[in-house]
């Protein structure tokens, strides 16, 4: 049962990093319909959540974007979270992430200090955002890493969360993201699947140049004696996993493939789980974060 459906105010904390894309989450959570507020100190949120739940219809769904101005942010906002929780009003919380690389590109592009640079580097006042918000992270419903994603990447990712078609109360969304591990793993992956175990397509001279999302590649990758139960087994894990975050209130989950550069088996394997999971009826999408790199 969603929010709306019990008469309750459905709410969404949005935090994380500065310059991970806190103001565009923000402009697209208002297209969505949301009453937004933003930066109210954490002591005030559960009185902003009352005054919207006592609001007759007028409003139904608010977004309190937040940042560490608050230095009594994380313990502070954790509190609240956990409170309205007992009360049966327990927001999702929307965590905003970044590389530290991608972060300093935009603050110097921009001409800008970090809130907490003070006297010091760029690097140290991301640094000691980072410890800050590191229990707040911790319990966040969905992280969406930034680092790779445009504007529209982001407004994608959170219109797919949060729109009035999208979430049920209950129900579990999955994101599917391929990777490359020399490029890194995802910051945002609550799961990661290695498929480096499988052949390569890249050592296949007519398979090098394509992808894992043409044919000829995902049939080789999925006609190998072991996909089938690998496949198999692993979204049998996945149907535990699932009920588990179900229990505890996540709706969220991302799920990160990973082989050598992201370009033809995590391609493959990715494409391929997000058909069966769909068939489970576990509404899945797909990303390819290094698709096109090589």
């Not at 208002?30 to 005030?44: C, M, W």
């Not at 050598?260 to 509404?283: C, D, F, P, W, Y």
Request: proline share 3%; with cysteine.
């Amino acid at each position: 049962m969603t929010a709306a459906e019990r008469g309750a105010l459905e709410t969404v904390i949005v935090t994380g990093l500065s310059g991970a894309g806190r103001s565009t989450a923000a402009k697209c959570l208002e297209d969505l319909g949301f009453f937004v507020v933003d930066n109210l100190p954490p002591a005030l949120v559960e009185t902003m959540v009352d005054l919207g739940s006592r609001s007759q219809g007028a409003v139904t769904k608010l977004a309190v974007v937040m940042d560490v101005r608050s230095r009594a942010f994380s313990s502070d906002l954790t509190e609240v979270v956990t409170e309205l929780g007992q009360r049966d009003l327990r927001p999702r919380v929307l965590f905003l992430d970044a590389e530290d690389a991608v972060l300093i590109r935009r603050f110097e592009s921009v001409r800008r200090a970090h809130p907490l640079q003070g006297d010091g580097r760029l690097a140290d006042g991301i640094a000691a955002e980072r410890r800050i918000l590191e229990p707040i992270r911790d319990i966040a419903d969905l992280v969406i890493d930034t680092s790779q994603r445009s504007v529209h990447g982001l407004r994608h990712a959170i219109e797919e969360a949060f729109s009035s078609d999208g979430l049920g109360g209950g129900e579990l969304r999955a994101t599917v993201v391929s990777f490359g591990f020399k490029y890194g793993l995802p910051a945002d992956a609550d799961l990661v699947i290695d498929v480096r175990f499988l052949p390569n397509p890249h050592w296949i001279p007519e398979l090098r140049e394509q992808t894992g999302e043409d044919a000829e590649v995902s049939d080789y990758v999925l006609s190998q004696d072991s996909v089938p139960e690998f496949l198999d087994r692993y979204l049998e894990i996945l149907q535990i996993i699932g009920a588990g975050y179900r229990r505890e209130g996540k709706h969220y989950l991302t799920l990160a493939v990973g082989c050598t550069g992201g370009k033809h088996r995590s391609v493959a394997i990715s494409r391929e789980l997000v058909r069966r999971l769909n068939q489970l009826g576990i509404r899945a999408s797909v990303a390819h974060r290094d698709l096109g790199r090589e």
